[in-house]
């Protein structure tokens, strides 16, 4: 079981900046993909931005030339660097990873706990 464990959230006012944290423990063999989501209240959990099987980045149109991802790959551990940040980013951000523990076919997705982002002045 892969275990991720996030940081970094926290309140900031808006054209502030914060950076996100996820740190992946476990038994990883390949990563096929990891990055981030969001949860606003009384909305559905929505693609932030992420890394795919390919290695490509995908970002929401909304974060785009605002937020960058990016990994550390010997680390097991992707960033999200949030600039320029606005109200309607307030959310529960969260990390996903999907991941094969060995050779076989079956892979696994793992959720972290979630971390607060305030943005308010």
């Known amino acids: 079981q892969v275990q991720l464990v996030e940081s970094g959230g926290g309140l900031v006012q808006p054209g502030g900046s914060l950076r996100l944290s996820c740190a992946a423990s476990?038994?990883?063999?390949?990563?096929?993909?990891m990055g981030w989501y969001r949860q606003a209240p009384g909305k559905e959990r929505e693609l932030v931005a992420e890394?795919?099987?390919?290695?490509?980045?995908n970002y929401a149109d909304s974060v785009k030339g605002r937020f960058t991802i990016s990994r550390d790959n010997a680390k097991n551990t992707v960033y999200l660097q949030m600039n320029n940040l606005k109200p309607e980013d307030t959310a529960v951000y969260y990390c996903?990873?999907?991941?094969?523990?060995?050779?076989?076919?079956?892979?696994?997705?793992?959720w972290g706990q979630g971390t607060q982002v305030t943005v308010s002045s």
């Open positions: 996903t990873l999907r991941y094969f523990p060995n050779y076989g076919p079956r892979s696994f997705r793992s």
């Open positions: 890394f795919t099987s390919g290695d490509s980045s």
């Open positions: 476990g038994i990883i063999f390949r990563i096929n993909d």
